[in-house]
């Protein structure tokens, strides 16, 4: 191979090395673009995310205020109803049922037998409406204490966030970290 033949052969190579390389570096840094495009619009969604869970969070911290007291109050009316100077141990009981509720099961028991017998044989000492709300009394206290029992529990109302970045690896805003799955897809 004479050396014109041979400079050929080595430029045409270096060519294509050259083209290839080229051709490699612009496709390295083309993915290394996308992927961090995708990073970026990743962030955009979880950072959106979470402005919408803080908002569910506050409007669920809104009707937890909102359901509390309608209990509480229809509880209010109820003892207010059933209050009077003649059975001051009754009263007594009434008073715990607060908010919040520091009746004993054995006084919950005793308050309970005392309004059934005002729901019973009284008299005219006794108006059909406080008949009623002897009835209902025990029913609205037994609701009104779980419901705040299950506000107290918080764990029953957390909401839980799985962003598709926090699943897929890549870097969140915020550094939440993924829900681990259970068996059967529960959380």
Request: glycine share 4%; aromatic share 6%; proline share 5%.
């Amino acid at each position: 191979m004479d050396i014109a033949t041979r400079t050929l052969l080595t430029a045409a190579g270096l060519l294509v090395f050259g083209a290839i390389l080229t051709f490699l570096s612009t496709w390295f840094w083309w993915q290394r673009k996308i992927v961090a495009e995708k990073a970026d619009k990743l962030a955009e969604e979880n950072v959106k995310v979470l402005a919408r869970l803080a908002e569910l969070e506050s409007k669920l911290a809104l009707v937890n205020q909102a359901v509390v007291p309608i209990s509480n109050a229809f509880q209010a009316i109820l003892i207010k109803e059933l209050t009077h100077y003649h059975t001051p141990e009754l009263d007594a009981l009434l008073q715990k049922i607060g908010p919040p509720n520091t009746l004993t099961p054995e006084e919950v028991e005793r308050m309970t037998k005392l309004l059934e017998e005002r729901t019973g044989d009284m008299g005219p000492e006794i108006t059909e409406q406080e008949r009623e709300a002897a009835h209902i009394l025990p029913f609205i206290v037994r609701r009104a204490q779980t419901e705040a029992d299950t506000l107290n529990s918080a764990d029953v109302l957390k909401l839980k966030l799985v962003t598709v970045a926090a699943v897929i690896g890549v870097p969140t805003v915020t550094g939440l970290q993924p829900v681990k799955e259970t068996p059967h897809g529960e959380y």
